[in-house]
């Protein structure tokens, strides 16, 4: 199958960087498209080819051989305009709902195809037929985290955002850093992650919003006990609590589990172990994204919402979407391509300035 594969290739952060990888490694032939051009991050001598954000998806594949399947990974990467009308199957894999859900629900309007993180949101893609809306739990590339089998000389580890020093985060890791060898707190590439996890005895894990993150996947095919906060998120339906990794419903708990399982080296490297070979066994990103095709495959075809929409509905859709992306140039575009219609020109302007006032107060 060949794939046009839609991320943020500018990033080291983010899953884009593995799924192409892993996509390649089926045996899929991957064409990865952006909205400018750019070097990765993991590989700096790889270039990816950019577009205008608003290029129309038969342009795009015009110009890059044709494809199987659109596929995005959001956040930013490329959204070309015409996907109501896109010949081939889109796709779109969407992570942080919790942080704005209506915006994520616009954005899956665009697309045939939905897959999400966090099972718990399906219920509100109800634009969607039976069928074309997913659960896609995180996993890992297991050939890149792996336990590297080094000394496990860091007590407690953690890699994620800390929102500043009051943050409850800041607050935790303060108190561990007090009591136990800990990393050093500092952004870290994703090169550099399996080595900490490989380091570290127990892995916390403190999620926003009660979600399932990448950290749950990675510790585990690290070799790590993996510490989380108890949630119904799915990880319970996914993997059994005390065989494969432990929770806490309290810092209280989380501080009391960290120093029982230090103490408890046999019943920490059960579970580490156990934890490591469900993930291996049941959650690669090979597995998921081999999951994902045959989900496209069989399911609902050409079924996006927008490809009910009228011209003005798909107008003020994308609108918003690359409102959203601070893509202010295209919205621009799609106004002067109204110019006969003034009150739809008006519409277009007034999201494009409040992207505009959105980038130049908070720069983004």
């Known amino acids: 199958m060949r794939i046009l594969l839609s991320y943020a290739t500018e990033f080291d952060k983010g899953e884009g960087v593995h799924f192409s990888r892993v996509l390649a490694r089926l045996g899929h032939e991957v064409h990865e498209v952006n909205v400018a051009s750019s070097q990765h991050q993991s590989a700096p001598s790889r270039s990816v080819k950019g577009y205008a954000a608003d290029i129309h998806v038969r342009d795009l594949l015009r110009d890059s051989g044709g494809g199987d399947l659109f596929l995005y990974i959001e956040p930013l990467g490329l959204i070309p305009l015409g996907l109501d009308s896109c010949p081939i199957p889109t796709a779109c894999v969407i992570s942080d709902v919790h942080r704005n859900l209506n915006a994520r629900k616009v954005l899956g309007s665009l697309f045939d195809h939905v897959f999400l993180y966090q099972t718990n949101y399906r219920v509100h893609f109800d634009e969607h037929p039976r069928g074309a809306v997913h659960w896609m739990p995180y996993a890992c590339d297991t050939e890149v985290f792996r336990d590297l089998h080094l000394d496990r000389d860091l007590d407690v580890a953690f890699v994620g955002q800390l929102f500043g020093p009051r943050s409850q985060r800041s607050r935790i890791l303060a108190e561990l850093g007090r009591r136990y060898r800990i990393n050093e707190q500092r952004y870290y590439l994703q090169s550099e992650i399996p080595e900490v996890y490989s380091r570290a005895k127990i892995v916390i894990n403190l999620p926003i919003g009660d979600d399932l993150t990448f950290r749950f996947f990675e510790a585990l095919s690290c070799g790590a006990l993996l510490l989380t ?136």
């Open 229 to 364: 906060k108890r949630a119904e998120n799915g990880q319970e339906e996914l993997f059994r609590e005390d065989v494969h990794y432990v929770a806490f419903r309290s810092e209280q708990k989380l501080f009391d589990k960290i120093e029982s399982f230090l103490r408890n080296e046999d019943k920490r490297t059960t579970i580490a172990s156990a934890g490591h070979d469900e993930v291996v066994r049941r959650h690669s990103l090979a597995q998921r994204l081999k999951t994902l095709l045959e989900n496209v495959r069989s399911g609902p075809a050409f079924q996006a919402p927008v490809r009910r929409m009228g011209k003005a509905t798909i107008s003020r859709l994308y609108a918003k979407v690359y409102g959203r992306a601070g893509s202010i140039e295209a919205i621009l575009n799609m106004a002067a391509d109204h110019r006969c219609d003034p009150l739809m020109r008006l519409q277009l302007f007034a999201i494009g300035s409040k992207s505009f006032l959105r980038r130049a107060i908070l720069g983004w």
